[in-house]
């Protein structure tokens, strides 16, 4: 089992800035490639980034392109995701997860190809 925490979430203008981490406990966090997504009121869970296993590969949604950056340390089993320039639109639940891949490309981007998930963290753009 691992386990995910999220944290790093709360209110801030369009325009602002957060980081939100993911610490991880319970297995080899390294062979975990992981992906950060988000869920708004009524919608469904989309994919927002992906990382792999060494964080030598990274993968977006064309959304959040340019201004959100996932990186991980795996010394501290944590994977971060910056989020810079945030719009109305980034409101949402944020939720880190975990699947079992060694893979040199991340290959995970819908929310069926991860395994484990933290309980999410809210992010709300308001002015």
């Known amino acids: 089992q691992l386990e995910l925490v999220e944290s790093g979430g709360g209110l801030v203008e369009p325009g602002g800035s957060l980081r939100l981490s993911c610490a991880a406990s319970?297995?080899?966090?390294?062979?975990?490639?992981m992906g950060w997504f988000r869920q708004a009121p009524g919608k469904e869970r989309e994919f927002v980034a992906a990382?792999?296993?060494?964080?030598?590969?990274?993968r977006y949604a064309d959304s959040v392109k340019g201004r959100f950056t996932i990186s991980r340390d795996n010394a501290k089993s944590t994977v971060y995701l910056q989020m810079n320039n945030l719009k109305f639109d980034d409101t949402a639940d944020y939720y880190c997860?975990?699947?079992?891949?060694?893979?040199?490309?991340?290959?995970?981007?819908?929310?069926?190809?991860?395994?484990?998930w933290g309980q999410g963290t809210q992010v709300t753009v308001s002015s």
């Open positions: 997860a975990a699947r079992w891949d060694l893979g040199l490309t991340p290959s995970g981007l819908t929310a069926r190809d991860y395994t484990y």
């Open positions: 319970g297995r080899t966090f390294s062979r975990y490639a």
């Open positions: 990382i792999t296993w060494g964080g030598a590969s990274t």
